[in-house]
């Protein structure tokens, strides 16, 4: 027997189950591909060919999944986790941090003041403001490194398993330096980043 593994066997249409069906010989259950996009994905004629974008029926194909073709299990049924528990740690910035903020908020305050009148906000405009908002969120960041890498060593001390996530590659950058100052051996240290290729990103989760 053929059995198929995912998370999500279709992203966003039925469409995408065709060939899935066909791989898993079931597709006849359905009256095979013309009929199955007849029934359940809204074929519409465009002008120059036919679309299969729509997801009419959804609840008979959901029952006719159940019941030949899909068995689903959710995570809560098949592993054990602990209790999720979510802390809020608020971080005073100090000393370059300050002052490169304030440079920021400064920056931000004066481009919005002078497109506040512009009756076209134009795409590049907001592009921009969106940049500027980055670059607040990469100074905070960099000043919250200290505190996270206080609080990393301590529960590695402690034998626990730490995983650390960052909007920007910048902080990841400094989060590794400075773990590395405070003797964490770099070899034990994995990181992802956009900079990574594929093969280096496989390479950190493997």
């Known amino acids: 027997p053929i059995l198929l593994l995912s998370g999500t066997p279709m992203l966003s249409r039925p469409v995408e189950l065709i060939p899935l069906l066909n791989i898993l010989g079931h597709l006849p259950r359905f009256g095979g591909a ?14 120059f060919g036919t679309t299969f ?7 008979e194909l959901n029952e006719q999944l159940t019941q030949w073709v899909m068995i689903r299990r959710k995570r809560e ?3 054990i986790l602990p209790e999720f528990s979510r802390y809020i740690t ?4 100090t000393g ?8 920021a908020v400064r920056d ?20 921009h403001a969106i940049v500027l908002l980055g670059q607040l969120r990469q100074i905070a960041g960099l ?10 060593v301590s529960l590695l001390d402690e034998g626990e398993q730490v995983f650390l996530v960052t909007a920007h590659k910048e902080v990841a950058w400094k989060l590794r330096e400075s773990l590395i100052a405070e003797g964490v051996d770099a070899r034990t240290i994995v990181s992802v980043t956009g900079d990574d290729s594929g093969k280096q990103k496989q390479d950190a989760v493997d």
């Open 108 to 127: 931000l305050e004066e481009f919005l003041q002078e497109k506040r009148d512009d009756d076209k906000f134009a795409l590049n405009d907001r592009a």
């Open 34 to 47: 013309s009929r199955f996009k007849t029934r359940y994905c809204d074929p519409v004629f465009n002008g």
């Open 96 to 103: 370059k941090a300050v002052t490169d903020y304030k440079r």
């Open 143 to 152: 000043g919250k490194v200290s505190t996270a890498v206080d609080a990393t």
């Open 77 to 79: 049924d098949v592993i």
């Open 53 to 59: 974008n729509g997801a009419p029926n959804v609840k």
């Open 90 to 93: 608020p971080v005073a910035l």
